[in-house]
Protein backbone atom coordinates (compact mmCIF):
# COMPACT_ATOMS: atom_id res chain seq x y z
CA UNK A 1 0.00 0.00 0.00
CA UNK A 2 1.17 2.77 -1.34
CA UNK A 3 1.69 6.45 1.15
CA UNK A 4 3.30 9.85 1.70
CA UNK A 5 5.28 9.95 4.62
CA UNK A 6 5.33 13.20 6.79
CA UNK A 7 7.13 13.58 9.90
CA UNK A 8 4.35 14.07 12.96
CA UNK A 9 5.60 17.19 14.59
CA UNK A 10 8.13 20.00 13.89
CA UNK A 11 8.91 23.20 15.74
CA UNK A 12 10.85 26.62 15.43
CA UNK A 13 11.31 29.67 17.57
CA UNK A 14 9.02 32.84 15.69
CA UNK A 15 11.33 34.34 12.88
CA UNK A 16 12.62 30.90 11.83
CA UNK A 17 12.73 28.57 9.02
CA UNK A 18 11.24 25.10 9.14
CA UNK A 19 10.91 22.65 6.27
CA UNK A 20 8.17 19.58 6.58
CA UNK A 21 8.82 16.49 4.04
CA UNK A 22 7.09 14.42 2.33
CA UNK A 23 8.11 11.31 1.26
CA UNK A 24 6.17 9.19 -1.89
CA UNK A 25 7.36 6.94 -4.24
CA UNK A 26 7.39 5.63 -7.82
CA UNK A 27 3.12 5.22 -7.71
CA UNK A 28 2.51 8.75 -6.80
CA UNK A 29 5.38 11.13 -6.92
CA UNK A 30 7.52 8.87 -8.89
CA UNK A 31 4.61 8.28 -11.36
CA UNK A 32 4.83 12.38 -12.00
CA UNK A 33 2.06 13.32 -9.87
CA UNK A 34 1.72 16.50 -8.24
CA UNK A 35 2.25 17.58 -4.81
CA UNK A 36 -0.28 19.79 -2.94
CA UNK A 37 -0.29 20.84 0.04
CA UNK A 38 -2.79 22.51 2.89
CA UNK A 39 -2.99 24.21 6.01
CA UNK A 40 -5.32 23.45 8.55
CA UNK A 41 -5.56 25.82 11.24
CA UNK A 42 -7.10 24.58 15.05
CA UNK A 43 -10.92 23.87 14.44
CA UNK A 44 -10.91 24.81 10.63
CA UNK A 45 -11.32 23.16 7.59
CA UNK A 46 -8.01 23.15 5.48
CA UNK A 47 -7.01 25.23 3.14
CA UNK A 48 -4.92 25.29 -0.12
CA UNK A 49 -1.88 26.17 0.40
CA UNK A 50 0.60 25.03 -2.12
CA UNK A 51 -0.01 23.66 -5.83
CA UNK A 52 1.67 21.53 -7.97
CA UNK A 53 4.86 21.49 -5.87
CA UNK A 54 5.24 25.18 -6.35
CA UNK A 55 2.59 27.26 -6.92
CA UNK A 56 1.36 29.98 -3.88
CA UNK A 57 -2.50 31.07 -4.63
CA UNK A 58 -3.53 34.51 -4.76
CA UNK A 59 -3.52 36.00 -0.80
CA UNK A 60 -0.94 32.94 0.49
CA UNK A 61 2.22 34.99 1.90
CA UNK A 62 5.82 34.11 0.16
CA UNK A 63 6.85 32.89 3.38
CA UNK A 64 5.39 29.38 2.40
CA UNK A 65 7.09 27.77 -0.79
CA UNK A 66 7.50 24.27 -1.93
CA UNK A 67 9.90 22.08 -3.38
CA UNK A 68 10.50 18.78 -5.35
CA UNK A 69 13.79 16.38 -5.23
CA UNK A 70 13.13 12.88 -6.26
CA UNK A 71 10.19 11.68 -5.01
CA UNK A 72 9.86 13.94 -1.93
CA UNK A 73 8.47 17.28 -1.55
CA UNK A 74 9.10 19.54 0.79
CA UNK A 75 7.01 22.53 2.05
CA UNK A 76 9.40 25.54 4.08
CA UNK A 77 8.27 28.50 6.27
CA UNK A 78 10.31 30.94 6.85
CA UNK A 79 9.52 33.57 9.46
CA UNK A 80 7.95 31.49 11.23
CA UNK A 81 5.02 33.29 12.84
CA UNK A 82 2.38 32.36 15.32
CA UNK A 83 -0.31 32.07 13.17
CA UNK A 84 1.52 29.56 11.54
CA UNK A 85 0.99 27.08 14.50
CA UNK A 86 -1.19 24.37 12.40
CA UNK A 87 -1.31 20.76 10.60
CA UNK A 88 -0.22 20.51 7.10
CA UNK A 89 -0.93 18.09 5.04
CA UNK A 90 0.59 16.81 1.62
CA UNK A 91 -1.54 15.32 -0.91
CA UNK A 92 -1.28 13.79 -4.77
CA UNK A 93 -2.40 10.53 -6.45
CA UNK A 94 -1.55 6.92 -6.72
CA UNK A 95 -1.42 5.38 -9.45
CA UNK A 96 -1.72 1.82 -7.68
CA UNK A 97 -5.06 0.63 -6.41
CA UNK A 98 -7.18 1.44 -9.30
CA UNK A 99 -6.08 5.41 -8.56
CA UNK A 100 -7.18 7.37 -5.88
CA UNK A 101 -5.95 10.47 -3.84
CA UNK A 102 -3.82 10.51 -1.10
CA UNK A 103 -3.02 12.56 1.62
CA UNK A 104 -0.12 12.37 3.93
CA UNK A 105 -0.37 11.56 7.55
CA UNK A 106 0.00 15.47 8.51
CA UNK A 107 3.04 17.36 10.69
CA UNK A 108 2.23 19.53 13.63
CA UNK A 109 3.94 22.78 13.39
CA UNK A 110 4.54 24.17 16.64
CA UNK A 111 6.43 27.92 17.24
CA UNK A 112 7.80 27.80 20.53
CA UNK B 1 -16.94 33.37 -4.17
CA UNK B 2 -18.22 30.06 -4.12
CA UNK B 3 -18.82 28.69 -0.38
CA UNK B 4 -19.54 24.99 0.34
CA UNK B 5 -22.24 23.76 3.14
CA UNK B 6 -22.16 20.04 4.09
CA UNK B 7 -25.59 19.26 5.59
CA UNK B 8 -27.02 16.04 7.26
CA UNK B 9 -27.79 14.01 10.33
CA UNK B 10 -24.78 14.48 13.17
CA UNK B 11 -25.52 11.11 14.56
CA UNK B 12 -26.17 7.77 12.94
CA UNK B 13 -26.42 4.03 14.34
CA UNK B 14 -24.00 1.57 13.71
CA UNK B 15 -25.01 -0.72 10.72
CA UNK B 16 -27.35 2.13 9.25
CA UNK B 17 -26.65 4.40 6.50
CA UNK B 18 -25.06 7.80 6.78
CA UNK B 19 -26.12 10.44 4.10
CA UNK B 20 -24.89 14.44 3.44
CA UNK B 21 -25.53 16.76 1.12
CA UNK B 22 -23.02 19.56 -0.08
CA UNK B 23 -24.59 23.03 -1.18
CA UNK B 24 -22.56 25.15 -3.20
CA UNK B 25 -23.52 28.82 -3.69
CA UNK B 26 -22.33 31.69 -5.17
CA UNK B 27 -21.38 29.07 -8.34
CA UNK B 28 -22.38 25.96 -10.24
CA UNK B 29 -21.48 22.62 -9.93
CA UNK B 30 -21.05 22.26 -13.47
CA UNK B 31 -18.05 21.98 -15.24
CA UNK B 32 -16.27 20.45 -11.70
CA UNK B 33 -15.23 17.43 -10.17
CA UNK B 34 -16.01 17.23 -6.85
CA UNK B 35 -14.34 15.98 -3.24
CA UNK B 36 -15.48 14.47 0.15
CA UNK B 37 -13.24 13.96 2.75
CA UNK B 38 -13.32 12.62 6.43
CA UNK B 39 -11.37 13.46 9.21
CA UNK B 40 -11.45 11.05 12.26
CA UNK B 41 -10.91 12.77 15.92
CA UNK B 42 -7.36 13.52 16.15
CA UNK B 43 -6.35 11.80 13.06
CA UNK B 44 -5.09 12.99 9.29
CA UNK B 45 -7.65 13.37 6.70
CA UNK B 46 -8.86 10.82 4.41
CA UNK B 47 -10.18 10.92 0.49
CA UNK B 48 -13.26 9.35 -0.12
CA UNK B 49 -14.08 9.97 -3.44
CA UNK B 50 -14.16 12.38 -6.13
CA UNK B 51 -17.72 12.92 -8.70
CA UNK B 52 -17.67 14.88 -11.77
CA UNK B 53 -21.11 16.81 -12.47
CA UNK B 54 -21.94 14.57 -14.92
CA UNK B 55 -21.78 11.93 -12.48
CA UNK B 56 -19.18 9.79 -12.73
CA UNK B 57 -17.41 9.08 -9.80
CA UNK B 58 -14.23 7.30 -8.31
CA UNK B 59 -13.62 5.85 -4.90
CA UNK B 60 -11.36 5.10 -2.33
CA UNK B 61 -10.92 0.93 -3.05
CA UNK B 62 -11.06 0.44 1.24
CA UNK B 63 -14.84 2.02 1.25
CA UNK B 64 -15.82 1.33 -2.46
CA UNK B 65 -18.68 -1.06 -1.59
CA UNK B 66 -20.39 0.80 0.62
CA UNK B 67 -20.21 4.31 -0.84
CA UNK B 68 -22.44 5.83 -3.22
CA UNK B 69 -22.02 9.70 -4.73
CA UNK B 70 -24.60 11.58 -6.54
CA UNK B 71 -25.03 15.31 -7.96
CA UNK B 72 -28.24 17.20 -8.22
CA UNK B 73 -27.68 20.32 -10.84
CA UNK B 74 -30.80 21.66 -10.50
CA UNK B 75 -30.34 21.67 -6.98
CA UNK B 76 -26.85 22.40 -6.79
CA UNK B 77 -25.75 19.70 -4.55
CA UNK B 78 -23.37 16.77 -4.08
CA UNK B 79 -24.42 14.00 -1.83
CA UNK B 80 -22.80 11.27 -0.33
CA UNK B 81 -24.32 8.08 1.27
CA UNK B 82 -22.01 5.33 3.14
CA UNK B 83 -23.59 2.37 4.14
CA UNK B 84 -23.78 0.14 7.23
CA UNK B 85 -21.81 2.19 8.95
CA UNK B 86 -19.49 1.24 12.34
CA UNK B 87 -17.73 3.48 15.11
CA UNK B 88 -15.04 4.15 12.68
CA UNK B 89 -17.12 5.94 10.19
CA UNK B 90 -17.18 8.78 12.68
CA UNK B 91 -15.08 11.77 11.44
CA UNK B 92 -15.83 15.22 9.87
CA UNK B 93 -16.84 14.99 6.68
CA UNK B 94 -15.55 17.42 4.16
CA UNK B 95 -16.92 18.40 0.64
CA UNK B 96 -14.43 20.21 -1.70
CA UNK B 97 -14.07 21.15 -4.85
CA UNK B 98 -11.57 20.01 -7.38
CA UNK B 99 -9.42 22.92 -9.04
CA UNK B 100 -9.18 23.10 -13.22
CA UNK B 101 -5.71 22.92 -13.73
CA UNK B 102 -5.23 23.93 -17.21
CA UNK B 103 -2.71 21.45 -19.06
CA UNK B 104 -3.00 18.78 -16.45
CA UNK B 105 -5.36 15.89 -16.39
CA UNK B 106 -8.15 15.35 -13.21
CA UNK B 107 -6.12 13.31 -11.34
CA UNK B 108 -3.57 16.01 -10.91
CA UNK B 109 -6.43 18.56 -9.78
CA UNK B 110 -6.49 20.47 -6.32
CA UNK B 111 -8.52 20.98 -3.13
CA UNK B 112 -9.24 24.71 -3.67
CA UNK B 113 -12.34 25.33 -2.15
CA UNK B 114 -13.54 23.70 0.81
CA UNK B 115 -16.69 22.98 3.28
CA UNK B 116 -16.64 23.64 6.92
CA UNK B 117 -17.53 20.33 8.03
CA UNK B 118 -20.03 18.22 9.67
CA UNK B 119 -19.29 16.34 12.32
CA UNK B 120 -20.88 12.47 12.14
CA UNK B 121 -20.76 10.52 15.03
CA UNK B 122 -22.04 6.84 14.57
CA UNK B 123 -23.35 5.62 17.83
CA UNK B 124 -26.53 3.62 19.34
Known amino acids: QSVLTQPPSVSGAPGQRVTISCTGD?????????IHWYQQLPGTAPKLLIY???NRPSGVPDRFSGSKSGTSASLAITGLRAEDEADYYCQSYDSSLSGSRLFGGGTRVTVL | QVQLQESGPGLVKPSETLSLTCSVSGGSISGYYWSWIRQPPGKGLEWIGDIYYRGSANYIPSLKTRVTMSVDTSKNQVSLKLSSVTAADTAIYYCARLEFWSGYPPKNYYLGVWGKGTTVIVSS
Open chain 1, 26 to 34: SSNIGAGHE
Open chain 1, 52 to 54: GFF
